[in-house]
């Protein structure tokens, strides 16, 4: 830290000792580290604090609205909604998505990126190319390929079954079948980038702690559970609390597969308030759904927070 | 437990002497079946949209093998590329896209510099605050903005919902946070002593930036540019929220809500307008993967 703010300052002084002597204050006023320093952050912090900080707290005030937005009703959205069972649905609904997704999506991914490591750095290349392909598609685009190939009467994936004598599957009409086929839509989206982060962290586990282990006689399974995994540990907390947050705040997938259907059991917070928030035009009860979202949000800033100022400490 | 795994591995470790090269072919052999396997899982769904999107109505509501094409004809994408209401989303996608990553840049790359190199008051709390903003999820936001631009439009006249500009004051704020991050990490990484030495050459803290830190730091301003370009043109609440006018949708947007009429899906137009929507994204990662997923890993590693 200290060398730090000596280094950061000789050049400071050198630099605005110069315009002192030309004796505009004002110009040296705007030649000075600080001056220049706040007026090159301003459009972020204008950016952020009224399209981002400002609405967030905004939607704290909508929520406490009623219906016409004209009377302030306290906690009234908040007790309307605990008394509906939808939304007990859509809790449950949200936290079985996310939680089910990120761990299907984190094992893919961990277990695509050991067979991607595995084979000769040349052809890596190539490979990772054709496996990370689902996270550059759009997913709104993608999942309209995911919506026809689970059509109710051309379904492609039906077809192909159907040559194994597994009968015509209602992808989308069922219950559980819905709620399976928007989590595997997530799972295909989301494990490429686990595979990419976790094939990153793979190079960067030093070769001869394998072989050490390799001489001591472990097994491939001791391997991974005593030299890759710690090692291996900050990255996969990290990738997954993000993976986390995005899974439970997701809206497109689920909004172009099923819009909540059947009878909004695929329902996430997202595409709850979407519909009623600005479908049905009750702005203050979709806000409330909403801000449902913020406490999870809150857990992971904390860890990240204490993530970031760790690392500031070992710097 | 670990001492009995040792001595089953002592007497069998003769056995298996020898034979490392064999398991290693084996090894390598059920790494390409995987990968394989999983190739085929991630590539089904737009090489489908591709089969799709290459046949007629008449040969997809017929029942013949759905994976096949057997009548390919590019009738399709013929008639996407002369509608003037698919060119006109396109268009409106590229001048979003195009206008947000050169806003996002002007933002973020002069504030990275400031938050990595001008140390002043607040700016280590500023600079955790970025990253923390870009966890607020747009599912969180979308209803207080949509109000505030509506109350805008009463207070002042100027309506802006429901004009496609409006989103260039929206998708900003999903893109700048992490382009900030990512370019001051990049910045950080430049050694002092060159900025020091542009210093005492008399250079100016706006000339060290742009002719020092962003030469230099130029992989992670092409990073954070394809980061900007892919979110915004792959953006679909805020479009969706913002805009309803079928001549101010982009493209995800469009796709979705007007080649899906009522009851009728032209499946083979929805595919097409969908991965030809999916190309500029695709080939932007076909040239410059490096760079893409350079952006990529910066948010986990360089935090």
Known sequence: MITMVDVAFQPTSVASSKPARKSSSLKSALQRKSTVAFLMTLPLILLIGILVIYPAFYALHLATLNKAMTKFVGFGNFQFLFKRDTFWMVVEQSCLFAITAVIFKALIGFIVAHFAHNIPSKKQRKWRGMLLVPWVIPPAMSTLAWLWLFDPSYSAFNYTLSAFGIGPISWLGEVGWARFSVILVNVWFGAPFFMIMYLASLKSVPDQLYEAAAIDGANWWQRIWYVTLPMMRNIIAITTLFSLIVTFANFDITRILTAGGPLDHTHLFATWAFKIGIEGSDIPLGASVSLFMAPILAIAAVFILRDISKRGNEA | MSSLAIDKAGPRRKVKYGSMSRDRTWALRWSYFFLTLFAIFSLVPPIYMLITSLKSSAEISA?????????????????????????????????????????????????????????????????????????????????????????????????????????????????????????????????????????????????????????????????????????????????????????????????????????????????????????????????????????????????
Not at chain 2, 126 to 153: C, E, H, N, Q, R
Not at chain 2, 155 to 177: A, D
Not at chain 2, 199 to 210: H, R, V
């Open chain 2, 63 to 303: 029942a013949t093998n759905p994976w096949w094409v057997y009548h390919p004809t590019l009738s399709n994408y013929v008639e996407l590329l002369t509608s003037n209401q698919y060119l006109r989303f396109f268009w409106n996608s590229a001048m979003v896209s195009v206008v947000v990553v050169a806003l996002t840049m002007l933002i973020s790359v002069p504030a990275a510099f400031a938050l990595s190199r001008m140390r002043f008051w607040g700016s280590a709390t500023l600079a955790t605050g970025v990253f923390l903003t870009y966890l607020i999820p747009d599912s969180l936001l979308f209803i207080p903005l949509f109000k505030m631009f509506a109350l805008f439009g009463d207070y002042t006249g100027i309506q802006l919902i429901n004009r496609w500009y409006v989103l260039l004051f929206i998708y900003p704020t999903l893109t700048v946070p992490f382009a900030t991050w990512i370019m001051i990490g990049y910045f950080a990484s430049i050694p002092k002593e060159l900025d020091e030495a542009a210093l005492i050459d008399g250079a100016s803290w706006f000339q060290t930036l742009t002719r020092i830190f962003i030469p230099v730091a130029l992989p992670g301003l092409i990073a954070a540019t394809i980061f900007a370009f892919t979110v915004s043109w792959a953006q679909f609440l805020y479009p969706l929220v913002f805009t309803t006018s079928t001549d101010q949708l982009v493209l995800p947007v469009g796709i979705t809500t007007t080649l899906i009429k009522g009851d009728v899906f032209n499946w083979g137009q929805i595919m097409t307008g969908a991965l030809l929507g999916a190309a500029p994204p695709l080939l932007i990662y076909a040239f410059l993967m490096d760079y893409y997923i350079a952006g990529l890993t910066a948010g986990a590693t360089k935090g």
